[in-house]
């Protein structure tokens, strides 16, 4: 069952079209991974699916049932610019947030201290945001996007500004909130953090789908293995021996790692390692979306 669909929305500022004949959706119960580069067009695209701003063409539905006020108190938001009230206390301002979307003071009041509890922010209740430093007020953030139990959280960026270890936490939190029943729409660069929470990702660039579908299909359809090698003897064999049926290669002392091209297969890779070299280590694995983002972004939507 689908709980967002985006059907073919366009949005110009001017003369400069920034999303460009838009068509997805997000299932009830998955995390789902927007991306892009920067300027891709991306928080535009959530600013529409919030009603901040209209499309100019194009229709986007809330659980099949049209979108406005009433769909906004079902979804949270945490965008990547923050925006919270400085000079307001973190407990104040969590239970006035809470309430705008639709929950009693005191019930704002008593999840707020539950949520600062587990994210290690107890004792700062009372402080200030301006006091907290950049990845405390980020949790905050996140407190508020998601305090109201929405049925889609929307998170623009969650993990920027955070340490490895608040990114884990990040990343444990938003793995609870689908076990508990929240869909989430994930935009992110941290191409690490998206493959482990992704079942399907959407990506943009230059406001047009050059990506769409599982993973697992994505990785697939690129059409390129990985190639990892640790090996002892002359380090030139391998560039010789594959020639243009390998690329990007880098080779370090005795080690290599490339990729081979479509059409060559792994199986023909590895019975064609000259006998001239001792092999140490070799793994030949899917690539990782860094990868497969850094060639779609810098090759646009033509990029294979």
């Known amino acids: 069952m689908e709980i967002l669909r985006v059907n073919g929305v366009e949005k110009s500022f001017k003369d400069k079209k920034v999303v460009d004949n838009l068509s997805f959706s997000v299932n009830t119960g998955e995390i789902m991974g927007m991306l892009g580069p920067n300027g891709a067009g991306k928080t535009t695209m959530i600013r529409m699916i919030m009603d901040i701003i209209e499309p100019d063409q194009g229709s986007i539905s809330f659980s099949g049932n049209g979108h406005g006020a009433s769909s906004k108190k079902s979804i949270g938001y945490l965008p990547e610019e923050r925006g919270l009230y400085e000079d307001a206390t973190t407990g104040d301002v969590l239970e006035y947030l809470g309430t705008l979307k639709g929950l009693k003071r005191r019930v704002a009041r008593d999840r707020a201290v539950q949520w600062l509890q587990k ?25 508020a996007s998601i305090l109201h139990e929405p049925e889609l959280a929307i998170l623009d960026e969650p993990f920027a500004g955070l340490d490895p270890v ?21 935009s ?35 059409g390129k293995e990985l190639v990892e090698l640790t090996y002892s003897g002359d380090p030139e064999v391998i560039p010789n021996t594959f ?3 390998i690329t990007n290669l880098e080779l370090e002392d005795s080690s290599a790692s490339f990729y081979i091209e479509k059409g060559y297969s792994p199986d023909k890779f590895i019975r064609e390692l000259p006998s001239s070299i001792e092999i140490e280590e070799l793994s030949v694995r899917k690539p990782p979306l860094h990868d497969i ?3 779609k972004a810098q090759g646009g939507e033509n990029e294979q």
Do not use: W
């Open 119 to 143: 994210m290690g922010l107890g004792d700062e209740i009372g402080s200030k945001i301006s006091e907290l430093s950049k990845g405390m007020a980020q949790k905050v953030q996140f407190i």
């Open 188 to 222: 992110s660069h941290r191409m690490n953090m998206v493959e482990e929470l992704c079942e399907r990702v959407f990506m943009i660039n230059r406001g047009r789908e050059v990506l769409y579908g599982k993973l697992a299909e994505v990785k697939k359809d690129f």
């Open 166 to 186: 608040n990114q884990d936490m990040f990343r444990e939190l938003i793995r609870e909130l689908k076990e508990g029943g929240t869909t989430i729409l994930l």
């Open 243 to 245: 020639g243009p049926n």
């Open 293 to 295: 983002f850094v060639a």
